[in-house]
């Protein structure tokens, strides 16, 4: 049963602490995106990599960081510097440029 | 810059009726365009594609339509069921370039039974 998985879906952070998004593939895709989305937005693409060892910043790459040490795996970190955490954070995969499969997200909340 | 927009936040069609979603880019390297359909606290699903040689592509009850010198990509639904009620996406990019697509803002559909 191919798809992403997200973990965990709800997530709860202290300021000033980081944390860590897990997103997991097994469709053999060479490509993996984190997208956050805020109320009433679009998704805002965060980091991607096209392949093993390589990413790179979208958008809105200030205050988060990734590693692509595996092709199925691509967590993404949340650290203190971002300013404002709280958000709904999609991770997506694909093979080339074709359609792109998203996971469950992971909604992130800064108390 | 906003390179790809939706600019109809929301739409509210009757049960059985046509709903049409539009998108408009500014970037005339887009060459390849996707739309998805997303439900609350969940993850989009894809719908349908369409590459820029083409100007019209169907599955099922879902046409897209592309006027590449407007610039300009539309959904239709036909036709349109309670269950088609989300916030639909509509993504660019450029194919020969690299995998990142952009997004548009959502259009929330709401079909009245």
């Known amino acids: 049963d191919g798809g992403i998985t997200q973990s965990p879906k709800y997530l709860f952070r202290k300021e000033g602490q980081n944390v860590t998004l897990s997103c997991e593939q097994n469709l053999n895709h060479d490509a993996m995106y984190w997208y956050r989305q805020d109320p009433g937005q679009g998704l805002r693409l965060i980091y991607y990599s096209q392949i093993v060892n390589d990413f790179q910043k979208g958008d809105i790459a200030e205050g988060y960081s990734v590693s692509r040490e595996k092709k199925e795996s691509f967590p993404l970190t949340v650290t203190s510097a971002q300013k404002n955490p709280t958000a709904f954070y999609l991770c997506a995969s694909s093979m080339g440029y074709n359609e792109q499969f998203f996971g469950p997200g992971t909604r992130l909340t800064v108390l | ?113």
């Open chain 2, 1 to 113: 810059d906003q390179q790809v927009k939706q600019n109809s936040p929301s739409l509210s069609v009757q049960e059985g009726r046509i709903s049409i979603l539009n998108c408009d880019y500014t970037n005339s390297m887009f060459d390849y365009f996707l739309w998805y359909k997303k439900y609350p606290a969940e993850g989009p699903t894809f719908l349908i594609s369409i590459s820029s040689i083409k100007d019209k592509n169907e599955d099922g009850r879902f046409t897209v339509f592309l006027n590449k010198s407007a610039k300009h990509l539309s959904l239709h639904i036909v036709p349109s069921q309670p269950g088609d009620s989300a916030v639909y996406f509509c993504a660019a990019s450029v194919a020969s370039g690299t995998y990142k697509y952009i997004f548009g803002t959502g259009t929330r559909l709401k079909v009245l039974a």
